[in-house]
């Protein structure tokens, strides 16, 4: 998956390459792994620290599939969480305790609850006691002191500080699991201005931290300000500085909530309630996560809030702007195709690239994805965005209208240009290729298999929407079962050849102590 990391290349940034794949032309790849998705899932999956576990499995292109196994949702990379289990593994009742004794020994110290009382306390100091403790991330009750002597630790906190917590706490960096790049101020402010223009006046902000604090020091500082919010995040950091109404310990990757049912009930309660309060979902996972599970969760909350809708807004859908790099667009669209992408370009405080007023390759590749019509979403003109009256709809200014495409059909910012054996707009760097028949960068491989369909090698689906994947699931599981027979045949033939080698040697060694003990006269 594209990370949100390292967007310059030094030739081209490898945004390039992850939108050549999206687009058809990187087309390289003979093997990876897929997650299975919940209905694949044979039954309730094992927990790893960070909640229910995704099922995966190894596919290679003209091969049969691999064993299927169960790895954490929320990591990609096994030193962050080191789970591993296969699909068919029998675990013995020690070793599943121990497991659920690790996993309780990797969650928070206190609980939210916990949390929240020593927040009260803590705004009761006066402002010479209060510290907070920027090793360990937490604010200080006197009590703690002697704990932290020899931390560095910030004192004289204020209120408006603790108004602030994304700035008091250390951003999470692991682009892969936590990824905190936080929204500049100029992109979270039209986010709030765009959320009140539209109408809405509650927001679910999943992976959003500082939008909703933004909201809360609105709602603080202006009567008039009216929108409330709920925000859920996997950083269980923010539990220090706000109540269980207004916070969830949360994987947005298996739509996990650490707190259990109360949690979950406050956030279905804060779906349903004030109906006549519009309300929309805000979220902003990490680049590095997978597509598929991040849209079972969102489709989980629109149906949550469905159940508290009347019947006559049966046929309407949850509000969401999905913020994600534009080369993810196919894939979303493929799973929410009411789905548009907006061409604002979200930038990132604490990302080196990802900024406003670049140029180029230079830009922010993250874009809002939305179910709104685009027609009702008014850019920015002051940041060079325009109305296209045949496209109605806002764009870049770069954006240039294609008469042929009948659209305006740059991605990125920059003046896309037509390839007419593509028969539609690319990149203006890239070129056709007459060897693969397609667009792609000057510098790209020609060669190896091109990257479709596991199963028939069509390049217009995966391999999990191809008409032919029930009869492949049938015949990969019989393959499964066949090498699992075979494994256990030699597992069997393995001890049966150490029991025989353990009898021999302890048969030698009486024999010699024998002959130690009778020496020959």
């Given at each position: 998956?594209?990370?949100?990391?390292?967007?310059?290349?030094?030739?081209?940034?490898?945004?390039?390459?992850?939108?050549?794949?999206?687009?058809?032309?990187?087309?390289?790849?003979?093997?990876?792994?897929?997650?299975?998705?919940?209905?694949?899932?044979?039954?309730?999956?094992?927990?790893?620290?960070?909640?229910?576990?995704?099922?995966?499995?190894?596919?290679?292109?003209?091969?049969?599939?691999?064993?299927?196994?169960?790895?954490?949702?929320?990591?990609?990379?096994?030193?962050?969480?080191?789970?591993?289990?296969?699909?068919?593994?029998?675990?013995?009742?020690?070793?599943?305790?121990?497991?659920?004794?690790?996993?309780?020994?990797?969650?928070?110290?206190?609980?939210?609850?916990?949390?929240?009382?020593?927040?009260?306390?803590?705004?009761?100091?006066?402002?010479?006691?209060?510290?907070?403790?920027?090793?360990?991330?937490?604010?200080?009750?006197?009590?703690?002191?002697?704990?932290?002597?020899?931390?560095?630790?910030?004192?004289?906190?204020?209120?408006?500080?603790?108004?602030?917590?994304?700035?008091?706490?250390?951003?999470?960096?692991?682009?892969?699991?936590?990824?905190?790049?936080?929204?500049?101020?100029?992109?979270?402010q039209f986010l709030l201005d765009l959320i009140s223009t539209l109408g809405f006046r509650k927001v679910l902000c999943v992976g959003t931290p500082r939008l909703h604090e933004l909201i809360r020091l609105k709602a603080s500082g202006d009567k008039e300000s009216d929108i409330k919010s709920?925000?859920?995040?996997?950083?269980?950091?923010?539990?220090?500085?706000?109540?269980?109404?207004?916070?969830?310990?949360?994987?947005?990757?298996?739509?996990?909530?650490?707190?259990?049912?109360?949690?979950?009930?406050?956030?279905?309660?804060?779906?349903?309630?004030?109906?006549?309060?519009?309300?929309?979902?805000?979220?902003?996972?990490?680049?590095?996560?997978?597509?598929?599970?991040?849209?079972?969760?969102?489709?989980?909350?629109?149906?949550?809030?469905?159940?508290?809708?009347?019947?006559?807004?049966?046929?309407?859908?949850?509000?969401?702007?999905?913020?994600?790099?534009?080369?993810?667009?196919?894939?979303?669209?493929?799973?929410?195709?009411?789905?548009?992408?907006?061409?604002?370009?979200?930038?990132?405080?604490?990302?080196?690239?990802?900024?406003?007023?670049?140029?180029?390759?230079?830009?922010?590749?993250?874009?809002?994805?939305?179910?709104?019509?685009?027609?009702?979403?008014?850019?920015?003109?002051?940041?060079?965005?325009?109305?296209?009256?045949?496209?109605?709809?806002?764009?870049?200014?770069?954006?240039?209208?294609?008469?042929?495409?009948n659209s305006c059909t740059s991605k990125d910012g920059r003046k896309w240009r037509h390839c007419l054996l593509c028969k539609k707009c690319v990149k203006p760097s890239w070129i056709h290729c007459s060897i693969c028949n397609y667009c792609a960068l000057p510098n790209h491989s020609c060669?190896?298999?091109?990257?479709?369909?596991?199963?028939?090698?069509?390049?217009?689906?995966?391999?999990?929407?191809?008409?032919?994947?029930?009869?492949?699931?049938?015949?990969?599981?019989?393959?499964?079962?066949?090498?699992?027979?075979?494994?256990?045949?030699?597992?069997?033939?393995?001890?049966?050849?150490?029991?025989?080698?353990?009898?021999?040697?302890?048969?030698?060694?009486?024999?010699?102590?024998?002959?130690?003990?009778?020496?020959?006269?």
């Amino acid at each position: 998956m594209a990370t949100p990391r390292s967007e310059e290349g030094a030739a081209e940034a490898p945004e390039e390459a992850a939108a050549s794949v999206s687009e058809g032309a990187g087309r390289r790849r003979s093997s990876g792994v897929e997650v299975l998705v919940s209905q694949d899932a044979p039954g309730p999956a094992p927990h790893c620290p960070h909640g229910p576990t995704l099922l995966f499995v190894r596919v290679n292109q003209g091969k049969e599939e691999a064993r299927r196994f169960y790895a954490c949702s929320a990591c990609r990379d096994r030193k962050d969480c080191n789970f591993f289990q296969w699909e068919d593994e029998k675990l013995s009742e020690a070793r599943l305790a121990a497991r659920e004794i690790y996993n309780r020994r990797c969650q928070p110290p206190l609980s939210h609850k916990q949390y929240v009382e020593r927040y009260w306390k803590f705004i009761e100091l006066p402002l010479s006691q209060r510290k907070f403790c920027q090793r360990c991330q937490q604010l200080l009750l006197p009590d703690d002191w002697g704990k932290h002597h020899d931390h560095q630790v910030l004192c004289d906190i204020s209120i408006a500080q603790l108004k602030r917590p994304s700035q008091l706490l250390y951003p999470l960096e692991n682009k892969k699991t936590n990824a905190q790049y936080l929204f500049t101020d100029r992109s979270c402010q039209f986010l709030l201005d765009l959320i009140s223009t539209l109408g809405f006046r509650k927001v679910l902000c999943v992976g959003t931290p500082r939008l909703h604090e933004l909201i809360r020091l609105k709602a603080s500082g202006d009567k008039e300000s009216d929108i409330k919010s709920l925000l859920l995040d996997i950083d269980f950091r923010y539990s220090q500085f706000y109540t269980e109404e207004s916070f969830c310990h949360y994987n947005m990757f298996n739509h996990h909530f650490f707190d259990g049912k109360a949690a979950l009930e406050s956030c279905r309660k804060f779906l349903q309630e004030d109906k006549d309060l519009g309300l929309i979902l805000v979220t902003d996972p990490p680049f590095g996560g997978l597509v598929e599970p991040l849209t079972v969760t969102f489709k989980k909350f629109m149906e949550m809030w469905k159940e508290g809708q009347s019947p006559d807004n049966d046929n309407k859908e949850l509000p969401l702007f999905w913020i994600f790099p534009y080369f993810f667009e196919s894939r979303i669209l493929q799973f929410f195709p009411s789905f548009s992408m907006l061409d604002y370009q979200v930038d990132y405080d604490n990302h080196a690239l990802y900024k406003h007023g670049k140029t180029g390759r230079k830009q922010s590749p993250v874009r809002i994805f939305t179910n709104i019509p685009p027609n009702k979403i008014i850019l920015p003109a002051e940041e060079g965005y325009r109305f296209c009256t045949v496209c109605q709809r806002y764009v870049s200014l770069e954006n240039q209208h294609c008469e042929i495409c009948n659209s305006c059909t740059s991605k990125d910012g920059r003046k896309w240009r037509h390839c007419l054996l593509c028969k539609k707009c690319v990149k203006p760097s890239w070129i056709h290729c007459s060897i693969c028949n397609y667009c792609a960068l000057p510098n790209h491989s020609c060669a190896g298999p091109k990257d479709g369909c596991f199963i028939c090698g069509e390049s217009d689906h995966k391999r999990t929407m191809c008409p032919n994947y029930s009869s492949s699931k049938r015949a990969n599981k019989a393959v499964r079962k066949e090498k699992q027979k075979k494994s256990n045949k030699m597992k069997m033939e393995t001890n049966k050849g150490q029991s025989m080698n353990h009898a021999t040697v302890t048969r030698k060694k009486k024999k010699k102590k024998r002959g130690q003990q009778y020496p020959c006269s």
